[in-house]
């Protein structure tokens, strides 16, 4: 019994160090045969501020395909390839993109690429901007795919690895604290 309660008490002191990641999956389809998915992570406190920016990612990565093969990958952690800086504008609150306005705006977004062309992503590299005109992959040096202004970006919640233990760990300690049976209670 004791065993049970210190281990739920230790996942519970490891997830209050983590428990404030919050990350998300998304994917986006162009034309020609190009998609791209990708992935971020943020902490939570950044949410009350409203939209979270570039600068308040832990992690962004995302890889383009042509037709389901992978072709180019980016993330913040490699070298910056492209013209412009690196602009990310999400609402937490609704969970999407924010799209409509120019590609280096708040409104607009702007991975790896400068949005003017969709040329300048890198050789090799992986780039994609949302503006008001219109959305553009590239990969390798070359505007490889758009969309249109409104095209989605779809958007998916990913559960934060250690809340996933706490879980499990609460799940299990209470099977065993149930099939245990109860001292002082009288049977009939």
């Known amino acids: 019994m004791r065993t049970v309660l210190l281990l739920i008490l230790a ?5 209050s160090l983590h428990a404030s990641v919050i990350g998300y999956t998304f994917a986006w ?4 045969g190009y998609t791209m998915e990708g992935s971020f992570t943020f902490d939570s406190v950044n949410i009350p501020g ?33 013209a412009a800086p690196f602009n990310f504008n999400f609402n937490p609150l609704t969970a999407q993109f924010i799209l409509g306005g120019l590609s280096s705006s708040t409104s607009g977004q702007n991975w790896n690429d ?6 300048s992503c890198g050789n090799p590299g992986l780039g994609f901007n949302a503006g008001n005109a219109d959305q553009d992959m590239c990969v390798n040096g070359l505007k490889v795919s758009s969309a249109s202004v409104n095209s ?19 799940f ?15 049977e009939s």
Do not use: H
């Open 172 to 186: 299990a300690a209470a099977v065993v604290l149930k099939s245990r049976p109860r001292r002082g209670v009288l």
């Open 114 to 119: 400068d949005g003017v062309n969709g040329n």
């Open 11 to 15: 996942a519970a002191g490891m997830t």
């Open 29 to 32: 389809t162009g034309t020609e």
């Open 152 to 170: 989605p970006i779809s958007v998916t919640a990913t559960p934060e690895p250690a809340t996933s233990v706490v879980l499990g760990l609460s």
């Open 50 to 82: 409203g939209d979270i920016t570039a600068s308040e990612l832990l992690s962004f990565s995302d890889t383009g395909f042509l037709d389901g093969n992978p072709v180019s990958t980016f993330s913040l952690g490699s070298p910056y390839n492209g």
